[in-house]
């Protein structure tokens, strides 16, 4: 069957096209998106303005029409932090719902952990026993540990790379108090989550998900992603820990020519950074695997395991 999957983030929505059944791996067959950065679009009360439930609408009637030409039996479509957080989130999904006649089903942070855990599951197999899985998003960071299809921890921490840069690096490069008060939250607040996680075990296999994971093993030295989705890709402690030292004195503009690295995501990938480092540091993690599948493949293999077999 083919499905469509609307993903409304902070950063991105996209829309992916993949033909699948249950016991296969999806294949994408296309893909749509548009960096309308809604956590942006945010008024003094932390709403979302006019303009980003604007952007948004126009992207979901687009959207829907490329399902329909594309083939598209059904679309699952979901939003993460920034309409979970907004204040008229209701409203704005309400006015999605009326105009688009498209349903965005709201996930928790913690459904986004084990939704993701169950993608890295899927794509890894069973031989890699005790799974740990970290995914910073826009506005949060999840994680998930466990040994199972579905994590016995599943957490999800308000420290995304796009929240993090608006609230505490305003200079360009930021400036050295800035970087360490930053540091220093992000790291207070995963210590608080941590715990659940270490006493849960040591992880056999550690993975990281998302474009700033991906983005930083790739300036580590990582393949490019021309070179398809099987090729092994990780991130080392080492590298990162030569890179954030680089990455704080660097203009967004400088840090957009490191490869793998895109303009709309450069000012964001500094914030990313300490948090990974953090991540690394805290569940003393010399390497974390990167992983092609997230959110967005969980999504799809959950509803597939709902389908009654043929």
Avoid at 47 to 60: E, P, R, T, Y
Avoid at 76 to 86: D, M, Q
Avoid at 188 to 200: F, I, N
Avoid at 263 to 270: E, I, K, M, N, V
Wanted: hydrophobic share 45%; proline share 5%; glycine share 8%.
């Amino acid at each position: 069957m083919r499905l469509g999957v609307l993903d409304v983030g902070s950063n991105t929505v996209h829309l992916l096209v993949v033909d699948a059944h249950r016991g296969a791996a999806p294949l994408p067959a296309f893909s749509h998106k548009a960096e309308l950065r809604l956590a942006e679009h945010l008024d003094k009360e932390g709403k979302i303005a006019q303009s980003g439930a604007d952007g948004l609408v126009s992207f979901v009637k687009e959207a829907t029409q490329i399902a329909e030409d594309k083939g598209c039996e059904s679309v699952l479509a979901f939003a993460t932090s920034a309409l979970r957080e907004a204040p008229n989130g209701d409203k704005v999904l309400e006015r999605v719902r009326t105009e688009t006649e498209v349903d965005l089903q709201v996930l928790s942070g913690d459904d986004e952990a084990r939704l993701t855990f169950l993608a890295v599951r899927r794509w890894f197999g069973w031989s890699s026993g005790r799974l740990a899985v970290f995914d910073i998003g826009g506005g949060s960071l999840e994680i998930a540990a466990g040994s199972d299809e579905q994590p016995t921890v599943a957490v999800s921490v308000p420290l995304g790379a796009g929240r993090l840069t608006r609230e505490g690096l305003k200079s360009d490069p930021p400036d050295k108090d800035e970087v360490r008060a930053l540091r220093k939250r992000i790291r207070m607040e995963m210590a608080a989550v941590a715990g659940p996680v270490l006493r849960a075990g040591k992880p056999q296999r550690s993975v990281a998900t998302s474009k700033t994971f991906r983005s930083l093993a790739r300036i580590g030295g990582a393949a490019p992603s021309d070179d398809g989705p099987y090729v092994p890709r990780a991130l080392n402690r080492s590298d990162l820990e030569e890179w954030v030292p680089k990455l704080t004195k660097m203009t967004a503009a400088e840090r957009a020519d490191l490869p793998g690295v895109s303009a709309g995501r450069s000012a964001q990938l500094l914030a990313g950074a300490l948090v990974a480092d953090a991540v690394m540091d805290l569940f003393d993690l010399p390497a974390l695997e990167i992983c092609p599948w997230a959110l967005r493949e969980g999504v799809i293999l959950s509803r597939l395991d709902q389908l009654q077999p043929r």
